[in-house]
């Protein structure tokens, strides 16, 4: 005759449920404890965005009227321009689409992005193609021999 | 006894030696006994070996490459310089790579469309096609990667946009973007984690993932189009095959002699160029575009305004490439006629669709 006492049977069941919960759930902590090193390993250390506030972009009389030159401001590229009246404008060169490097286009008076052919207009704003917000603008001050760009307060 | 008959009593010796310790006979016996169908359609069956064939050239001439390759944002372009103008057939070993991507890339995109178009997905076969299908990302991500390695300005440009569109994504595309570039912006880090996915990643990938793919094929056979199933079970066409060994394979080699032909060939007349050196600090150029595989992304991506709806338009196009995808990627199992034998011309038009939309998209790519 079987035995069929519940107290009997169940209470081995119930203890091989709890070991097995126990090894498990320990195995899989563990498992999460050599991932999260791996994981946190891929994504490299922040590095400190540069914090310099101005910059010289060129020297006086190093551009002509109607070009523009690209120069470094901090870790990304800035543009300078010289209107065709002879006066500056500076922005991000960073197009604002997909982050290629604009440039400026003496023919049609516009800064342009070759990547997929997004224009901006000489204040920075966005006038065609895909590009969805306009280029930072930012503040030349023309300092003696040096013209400073400028991040806006 | 003459030589003839002694190589033969060698090699039986030498089979014998490896059957009684490993069994291979029954392999022996299956290679004996594999074939492969014969119909107006058989041409399409060569493409899959063509594309493990420029894959070895792959293999092999980046082995090579990579004795004199520098992975770092100041010796890149110069070290591929060197290989191109100063190593003994540098330029051949280099360019031979170059064009062999190019070539398999278009031999992976024939063997899907012909698997596609033949209904070769249809059950059993489903696993076999999504092995592909992710073979086939592999391969575009090789593409992608190898792409950066010469730091050349094309390449530097092409990958800012191709990791910002990743970027794209919410919520989790900042992480992507972070994973891949080694940091916010693409430097020499990017490089670094580049030549680590060429060289490392990807292959072990695709070596598991080709051995799987392979299996399959072995273990189901190749597929038979429908139409020409149809024709065989109504007696209109008789049901050929031809052995694999040696009648296919002899096949597979004159093609991969031809493709060996023509590599060498290209390499020597259109030898790869290098550009100028990739410049963080200097303007996108003029008539800058991806190679021509992500030629029909990237024209998309200039249609696209800023805003469809209430989403940025990259990521609209990259979603919309992504479901794309994902219904390509699950066709055996939404295509139920197929399944079944019947005819499925929903899924042919949908095939047609596709190419007809690569095709156009890049030809406007071009012709502006």
């Known amino acids: 005759m079987p035995n069929l006492d519940p107290a009997q049977t169940d209470s081995p069941a119930r203890g091989r449920r709890w070991a097995n919960l126990l090894l498990g759930g320990g195995v899989l902590a563990s498992i999460g404890s050599f991932l999260y090193p791996a994981l946190r390993y891929i994504i490299p250390p922040a590095v400190a965005e540069s914090t310099s506030r101005s910059v010289i972009a060129a020297k006086a009389g190093e551009l002509k009227p109607n070009t523009g030159k690209i120069f470094k401001f901090g870790s990304k590229p800035g543009i300078l321009i010289r209107t065709r009246e002879g006066g500056y404008k500076a922005f991000s060169a960073v197009c604002t689409h997909l982050n290629c490097t604009v440039q400026y286009r003496d023919d049609t008076r516009q800064i342009w992005c070759a990547c997929h052919n997004g224009t901006y207009d000489l204040e920075g704003r966005n006038v065609s193609g895909p590009p969805p917000r306009p280029l930072e603008e930012f503040t030349v001050n023309v300092q003696g021999e040096d013209i400073v760009v400028a991040r806006k307060a | ?368």
């Open chain 2, 1 to 368: 006894m003459s030589t003839q008959a002694t190589q033969v009593a060698q090699r039986s010796r030498l089979l014998a030696w490896l059957d009684e310790r490993f069994g291979t006979g029954s392999v022996e016996e299956f290679i004996r006994h594999k074939t492969v169908p014969q119909h107006r359609h058989s041409l399409w069956y060569y493409f899959g070996g063509m594309t493990l064939f420029l894959f070895t050239i792959q293999v092999l001439t980046g082995i090579l490459l990579l004795l004199y390759y520098r992975p770092t944002p100041n010796d890149a372009f110069e070290s591929v310089q060197y290989i191109m103008t100063q190593v003994r057939f540098g330029w051949l070993i280099r360019s031979v790579h170059s064009w062999s991507a190019n070539l398999m890339i278009f031999a992976v995109f024939v063997h899907m469309f012909s698997v596609f178009f033949l209904k070769a997905y249809r059950k059993p076969r489903e696993l076999t096609w999504i092995s592909g299908m992710l073979l086939l990302f592999i391969v575009l991500g090789f593409g992608f990667s190898g792409y950066l390695l010469p730091w050349n300005t094309l390449a530097f440009f092409a990958t800012k946009v191709g990791t910002e569109m990743a970027g794209s994504i919410p919520f989790i595309g900042k992480w992507i973007l972070i994973f891949l570039r080694g940091g916010e912006e693409v430097t020499g880090a990017t490089l670094t984690r580049f030549f680590g996915f060429h060289v490392a990643v990807l292959p072990g990938l695709a070596t598991v993932l080709l051995a799987t793919h392979l299996l399959l094929v072995q273990h189901l056979g190749m597929s038979v189009p429908p139409g020409v199933e149809r024709r065989i079970a109504e007696g209109k066409e008789p049901a050929r095959s031809m052995p694999f060994f040696p009648t296919f394979l002899l096949h597979d080699l004159m093609g991969w002699y031809a493709a060996l032909g023509v590599l060498g060939a290209l390499a020597a007349i259109f030898p790869w160029e290098l550009g100028t050196k990739a410049d963080a600090f200097a303007s996108a150029p003029a008539g800058i575009r991806p190679e021509w595989y992500f030629v029909f992304m990237f024209q998309t991506l200039k249609f696209l305004p800023p805003k469809i709806l209430f989403l940025e338009g990259e990521f609209a196009g990259l979603l919309g490439f992504g479901l794309a995808a994902a219904v390509w990627i699950a066709v055996p199992f939404i295509d139920r006629r197929a399944g079944f034998g019947r005819v499925s011309r929903f899924f042919t038009g949908l095939g047609v669709f596709a190419l007809g939309y690569i095709a156009v998209m890049s030809a406007l790519a071009y012709w502006h």
